[in-house]
């Protein structure tokens, strides 16, 4: 049996990548939220809520990469200036939101404030976020408390922002992770004295003024450097978070088994594949045909591959969606940063020491066995049986799938190229072996009935996760965009969704994209 907090804690590192935060960010934000929750009188229940709930925070963070990478030219640096500048002050826009995003860009000011524009009425984003966040944490099997706290994660205290709910309507718990998640973030950036004043200056905005009121500095202790107060001498940083998490949850802490482990790590999977339409069902396909490999060739640790599978891509959560979406070829330094994804992948994953082996094979999914990998460059004799196959299957998944500068292979032009690999020296050949005979047992499913979907709405629903617009999707079927739009808005009410990452999200974690 596995702490299940141990091993989200570890995986919250992929969201602070993913929201261009310090790492452990997450895990801060968590115990300081459950310290402010006992200040205010929350139960015991209320605080686990608020524990979860700040603890993945940001897990919706990838909803809208893609959109946001397109109109602005990075998507990284727009969730973190969002959440360091209070955009109802138009100075603070331009002093921090403007720089922050063309610095991470590239792009000029001016090109941002016109980004700004275009984007200024679209309520999509927040409503991705909440609706991706909320699924997520139920397919993590968290509960409707925490759900529902994460729904509302883009609320405000005026109401101003989407669901559009105000005042006591907002959860307590969304309420008071809000006052915590502001309060960590601009300490860590700022200093916990600016933290403290922009809370005051929020109060009433954006957040409960009673919760404001309850917030003190002393419940960062620990957590963050904090200076001298009167006779006090400063207070440095001198807990681990993730023991600090650990020892926050309330009795009884929760357990699960390696089954439910993969679970987490297929939705962790699923998430990160969001930063793409072209991503979409990457890992769980690379996850399915490297476990199943690993089980033929009779692996003892073929369940370690497969969950090294689901979270073998959580790094590119790191590298901005402009990246992985870039129809031409990419620059040298583009390469650079793309190749970095693996060494991002280790990174999150050792951070639990449940998932030291599968940080391992998952970080060595780009290795080959002749050196020419990366992020290590290492050789055969180095490499699991459990990495070669891991390798084998995501070359040939990476290779049978759409990207933005090609079209797939068939089948069977990927297999020759994975033999042709295997012969070269770069892939290991029973890996190889064990792959194509995994892919020849394995064929397209058709799934229907899910949320009482028909055959035609399926289909429709994989248009709408490659992001196509409701007249392209009716040029694809030869129907009018408004039989489409029909189509999109009937799907939509049957799963519960209104946007098209919460179905993208849906579609993955039922096995409606096509694998094979």
Known sequence: MIRLLGILGGLSGAMDLGAGSPLDESLIRSVVAVRLARAVGSSDDDARVVL????????????YSYESATAFGDDISVVRASYLTDLDRPAEVLRTFVPGVSAGSGRGRAQTLLAMARTARDETPPVATCEVARDAVRNLGLGDDVATTLAHVTARWDGKDPPHTAGEDVPLTTRIMHVAGTAVLLALHAGPEDALAELRRRSGRHLDPDVVAAFDLGLLEGLVDL????????????????????????????????????????????????????????????????????????????????IAG?????????????????????????????????YYTERILSRSPSLADVATIAAQHHERSDGSGYHRGLRTADLSMGARVLAAADRYRSTVEDRPHRAGLSAADAAAGLRSAAREGRLDPDAVTAVLHAVGHRRPARVTGVAGLTERQVEVLRLVTQGLTNRQIGDRLGVSPRTAEHHVQDIYVRIGVSTRPAAALFAMEHGLLEHW
Request: net charge negative.
């Open 52 to 63: 979860y709930a700040s603890l993945l925070e940001h897990l919706g963070c990838t909803a």
């Open 227 to 306: 200076p001298a107060r009167g006779d006090t001498p400063p207070s440095p940083a001198a807990l681990d978070p993730l023991e600090a998490a650990l020892s926050a949850e309330p009795d009884p802490v929760r357990y699960i088994d390696d089954g439910d482990l993969a679970g987490v790590a297929r939705t962790f999977g699923h998430v990160v594949d969001l930063k793409s339409p072209w991503l979409h069902g990457h890992s769980a396909a690379v996850a399915d045909l490297a476990g199943d490999a690993a089980e033929l060739i009779g692996l003892p640790d073929a369940g370690r591959v497969r």
């Open 310 to 342: 689901h979270v073998h891509d959580l790094g590119r959560i790191g590298v901005s969606s402009r990246i992985w979406a870039k129809r031409a070829p990419l620059t040298a330094a583009e390469r650079d940063q793309a190749r970095l994804h693996p």
